[in-house]
């Protein structure tokens, strides 16, 4: 199983593409630098709840649905 800092990377990018948005885009409607939303679609960087709260805003999705987990399949 995925550790949490992965599905929120993957989810991030997921619904982000989904939108149609750059991550620049997003950085812009969450009032972050689009460098912070690269670092955390790497796993290089953990969000504060706060920060999926804003991102999830600004994609129009509850926080909670970046952290979905991912089974790994054998």
């Keep these: 199983m995925e550790n949490v800092r992965e599905a929120v990377a993957r ?7 989904e939108r149609g948005f750059s991550q620049e885009d997003l950085a812009d ?3 972050v630098d ?7 679609e790497r796993g ?21 649905a970046f952290l979905a987990l991912q089974r790994k399949r054998r």
């Design 11 to 17: 989810n991030l990018r997921r619904i982000r593409h």
């Design 29 to 31: 409607r969450a009032g």
């Design 34 to 40: 689009r460098s912070y939303i690269s670092l955390l």
């Design 44 to 64: 290089s960087y953990s969000a504060s709840v706060d920060m999926l709260a804003r991102l999830g805003k600004a994609l129009g999705v509850e926080a909670g």
